[in-house]
């Protein structure tokens, strides 16, 4: 079992119980899932990009990552519709449980010139959106064999009822947030 699980089923739900007065476990926050995401867009000149960012999304998120394509064509971007332009993975369960501890505890600590993240980047349903500007800061990946430097945006997805209530929740579990 995943070591945030556990704690968050030994430690943090009955303090957020008691914080927040709700009774019924159930309706406590929770974490639902995480997505992580790479946007290629270099890989509309060179399709290699697109697999070597996949090949790493799956080396550090242990999951076979889906490709997305663009929507709609937008002509200043030289991007026609269909094109494929990104990959995301989505975490749910253990598996998620498994990818915060190990980004709280090894990734976000190796990040240069870390000060805390920033509390203000829930959006109005309690999910919290972070950028990562390199996929190096991930044990997983080997620089030597690095083909080229991405960045990719972390979603955690949380069920609470306001953002208040998953800012609560993340900050019990350890993630490092910067005082306001």
């Known amino acids: 079992m995943a070591r945030i699980l556990e704690k968050y089923r030994t430690e943090v739900a009955p303090a957020l119980s008691e914080s927040l007065g709700v009774k019924n476990r159930l309706a406590l926050p929770r974490l639902d ?82 000060r805390g993240l920033s509390p203000k980047s829930f959006d109005e349903a309690g999910n919290y959106n972070l950028g990562i500007s390199e996929q190096v800061v991930f044990p997983e990946i080997n620089i030597d064999k690095l083909e080229f430097v991405q960045g990719m945006n972390v979603t955690i997805g949380v069920k609470a009822r306001n953002p208040k209530d998953s800012f609560e929740l993340l900050r019990r579990l350890g993630v490092p947030f910067r005082q306001a």
Do not use: W
Request: charged share 30%; proline share 2%; aromatic share 4%.
């Open 33 to 114: 899932k995480i997505v992580v995401s790479m946007g290629v867009g270099s890989a509309l000149e060179n399709k290699n990009r697109l697999a070597a960012a996949a090949k790493d999304l799956a080396t550090i998120t242990g999951q076979k990552p889906v490709v997305c394509k663009a929507r709609k064509s937008v002509a200043s971007f030289k991007l026609r519709k269909g094109q494929e332009i990104g990959v995301k993975v989505t975490l749910r369960g253990s598996r998620a449980y498994e990818f915060l501890d190990r980004l709280v505890s090894i990734v976000i600590p190796r990040i240069r010139d870390f």
